[in-house]
């Protein structure tokens, strides 16, 4: 007796390393129950409260964004070409006039595009007022780690501004209210939106109180030639090697979304520190390309991230693909090497290295014992059949419309696409009051 069975289906091998034909994957409890060769007459007499005909399809670990803003969602279309600096003159002023109402929906809106897009996990940057998203990720079913958006530099706009101490007790209070919520499925990281944004007093703090708990703790980092430039200004060196010298701060609980600009002295510093990493290809291709092949070698954990919708979606099939590219023009084509960051490892990256970066490396592989977050994939369509090596397919053809089923947990919450935790047509209803309001901007 199990909870799901998905018959006669092709699995994902761990690690990437290539597909297995005609398999049963039993899920039970919330981990895989097991994965075996399909047998249609012991498949016929297995109990299971839920059956999912596997066949064309390839199941496969969730994906998992490590990096996005919920907060944005409503920005989607509001960014691209816009002069700089885009940070002070359109997501400052946006995130500061955000009202409970707003992000209850920004929240509905990300959950939906990331069930439909496969997207299982998540961690969400820093935003506000989030708990009405806590309140609605907790009934979307998905895995999420949250945070609240920590700065406390002067002359922010009222609404968002905050000292030392209220940032600290703000993200000590999300912690207290949802750490571990949703059966365990919701964490809450403590966060530095960027260096520029907070003092050495709330980055002190904000370390001590996430070591107290042995929360991870986010920050943006080394994203822009400008804040790299403030490093060196204000501190005299670079930004991992200033978060180096106050000593609390990093550890392998820290993730460094986007880390573009990194020395040799702080590529070092993550490798000793254990820090994580993840790229965001999309919002990374307006400022610099990661050396991706370089910090693997050396061994530094590297995950995806979509940005929030602002920034191209939160399609991560698109910046799995987007990110091949520019892996292959930046760094293969200059040494003459086709597979300097190989499709494997790119699906790697948005699934199982995801799950280590959020401190879950008991999932992102489809194998007995691994925790039940999942997907499965449609591989009989016009895009995708036929394909002589599936993995490369998945990174060069696959969108998110391909995604039928979800499993996070344990539990059904996409079934051939339609979501079962979420009302979708009444979440897009609500957005259209949102939309007249954006035609109206423009008219
Ligand atoms: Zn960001």
């Not at 997501?91 to 920004?106: D, N, V």
């Not at 309140?135 to 002067?154: C, F, H, W």
């Not at 820290?254 to 020395?263: K, P």
């Amino acid at each position: 007796m199990v909870d799901i069975v998905i018959e006669n289906v092709s699995v994902l091998m761990p690690h990437a390393e290539g597909v297995a034909r005609h398999r049963t994957v039993g899920i039970a409890e919330g981990k895989i129950a097991f994965v075996r060769d399909a047998d249609a007459e012991a498949d016929a007499v297995l109990e299971a409260a839920t059956r999912i005909d596997g066949t064309h399809k390839l199941v496969m670990p969730g994906l998992v964004d490590c990096h996005t803003h919920t907060g944005q969602q409503l920005l989607r279309g509001r960014v691209l070409d816009e002069l700089p600096m885009i940070w002070t003159r359109i997501m400052l002023p946006f995130e500061s006039t955000l009202t409970p109402e707003l992000m209850r929906l920004s929240a509905k809106l990300s959950a939906l595009e990331m069930i439909k897009n496969g997207t299982a996990a998540f961690a969400d940057a820093g935003s506000y007022f989030m708990d009405e998203a806590a309140t609605v990720y907790e009934q979307a079913g998905l895995r999420g780690v949250l945070s609240v958006s920590t700065m406390d530099q002067p002359g922010l706009p009222a609404s968002i501004a905050m000292t030392c101490d209220e940032a600290v007790a703000a993200a000590d209070g999300l912690y207290d209210r949802w750490n571990g919520a949703a059966e365990g499925r919701l964490h809450v990281a403590y966060a530095l939106r960027a260096l520029m944004s907070c003092s050495e007093e709330l980055i002190r703090k904000t370390a001590d109180h996430a070591n107290e708990r042995g929360a991870l703790l986010q920050a943006h980092m080394n994203e822009y030639a400008a804040e790299v430039n403030y490093s060196l200004q204000n501190q005299g060196v670079r930004p991992f090697e200033y978060l180096e010298r106050l000593g609390n701060v990093l550890s392998e609980r820290f993730l460094g979304a986007h880390c573009l600009m990194l020395s040799e002295v702080e590529k070092n510093i993550l490798v000793e520190r254990g820090v994580k990493v993840c790229h965001c290809p999309f919002s990374n291709c307006a400022k610099a390309t990661p050396e991706t092949p370089s910090l693997r070698s050396r061994g530094v954990v590297e995950g995806l991230g979509s940005d929030g919708a602002a920034h191209g979606g939160l399609s991560l099939w698109a910046e799995m693909r987007l990110f091949r590219s520019i892996m292959n023009v930046e760094h293969g084509v200059p040494i003459a090497d086709p597979a300097v960051m190989p499709a494997r490892a790119i699906v790697n990256m948005a699934t199982e290295n995801g799950y280590v970066f959020l401190g879950e490396p008991d999932a992102g592989r489809i194998e007995p014992g691994a925790v039940a977050d999942l997907i499965t994939v449609d591989l009989r369509n016009a895009g995708m059949y036929p394909s002589g090596n599936v993995v490369n397919t998945l990174v060069e053809c696959t969108t998110g419309s391909d995604v039928r089923d979800m499993v996070v947990d344990g539990r059904l919450i996409m079934a051939d696409r339609r979501v079962l935790t979420l009302d979708e047509d009444a979440i897009l209803a609500e957005a259209d009051e949102y939309q007249a309001y954006l035609d109206d901007l423009n008219a």
